[in-house]
């Protein structure tokens, strides 16, 4: 079946008056839909809810009513969530008869294109429901990694990042979505490609509330080839005009310029920074020189 090109540019361009709609500004053709006809997305990519966001959701929604319209298709005698289960379930919580609603025409395959775009969108998905969100695009909407990132507006790496947890273990994705473990910490532990090694530095992560610099020093430790965990071999000594020269760049770009030397006298010059202002310095300093020349 092919695809509708609407989905390229994201909710807004799947549902006429989106804007409108995310605004909870009144639409022609909204209507008051009995709560009792309503029944879930079953498509629905968010797979929990916090209960306490919801009482507070549900707490507004006592205050000053729905303001932003939940999204409907009709199917049967019944009305199927495209958009605002959020609502929807906190609308039940207050006792509501009615919910405002804008009632849309979509087939099953529209309608999962529409769902699984506007909650990529929201703010309130761990990574692993997101994750599958992008997988479930690609998988049942035959969309490639490049193409999806463009219909969702992220970035190409940034869908790559979160397939990959995909990758890891249960009780690790398991893990994120209970907010043991954060993002970053996921996408150190996915450099070590044994899925016991990985369980392990998950549990001290959880035992030792590890910092994602921690995780990561942790992966290159155990990534580090044998020959590089042995004793390294002493270096012969810099002669002396290279150390003059260390001295003088150090002086000149004010940090310990590190020189090394290998027995054919090849080698490397490294010139630390502290912070990104530390590196600008030190770049303007090198295109001071390059001007001066």
């Known amino acids: 079946m092919a695809k509708k090109s609407a ?44 209960e306490e966001k919801l009482e507070e959701l549900a707490n507004s ?16 005698n019944k009305y199927q969530l495209i958009a605002g289960e959020r609502r929807f379930r906190a609308s039940k919580i207050v006792g509501l008869d009615k919910v405002p609603a804008y009632v849309r025409t979509a087939d099953d395959e529209t309608m999962l294109e529409m769902a699984l775009v506007e909650n990529i969108q929201r703010e309130d998905l761990d990574p692993i429901e997101i ?25 190409r790496a940034t869908v790559t990042n979160y397939l990959r947890l995909l990758k890891l273990p249960g009780e690790i994705q398991l893990g994120l979505r209970d907010k043991k473990l954060g993002m970053g910490h996921a996408r150190a532990i996915i450099g070590i490609e044994d899925a016991q090694a990985q369980i392990k530095i998950y549990e001290e ?12 020093e942790v992966v290159r430790a155990l990534n580090a080839p044998k020959n590089e965990e042995s004793a390294p071999q002493e270096k012969a000594p810099l002669p002396e005009e290279y150390k003059q020269l ?9 940090t310990k310029v590190q020189f ?27 295109d001071q020189a390059n001007t001066k020349e």
């Not at 992560?205 to 590890?210: H, K, L, M, Q, S």
């Not at 260390?246 to 004010?254: E, K, T």
């Open 7 to 50: 989905l390229g540019r994201g909710l807004g361009a799947l549902i006429d008056n989106a804007d409108e709609i995310t605004r909870g500004k009144p639409l022609e053709g909204m209507d008051e839909i009995d709560v009792s006809k309503i029944v879930a997305n079953p498509w629905q990519p968010r797979s929990r809810f916090d």
């Open 61 to 76: 929604i006592r205050e000053i009513g729905v303001i932003q319209p939940l999204t409907v298709r009709k199917s049967g």
């Open 260 to 286: 090394s030397r290998g027995d054919k006298g090849n080698g490397k010059i490294v010139i630390p920074f502290k912070s990104d202002e530390d590196l600008e310095r030190i770049i303007a300093i090198l």
């Open 131 to 155: 994750a599958i969100s992008y997988q479930r695009l690609i998988d049942e909407c035959s969309l490639t990694q490049e193409s999806m990132s463009g219909r969702v507006g992220k970035k």
């Open 246 to 254: 260390s001295d003088q760049m150090s002086s000149v770009f004010n």
């Open 205 to 216: 992560i959880v035992a030792n509330d590890y910092s994602v610099r921690k995780v990561e």
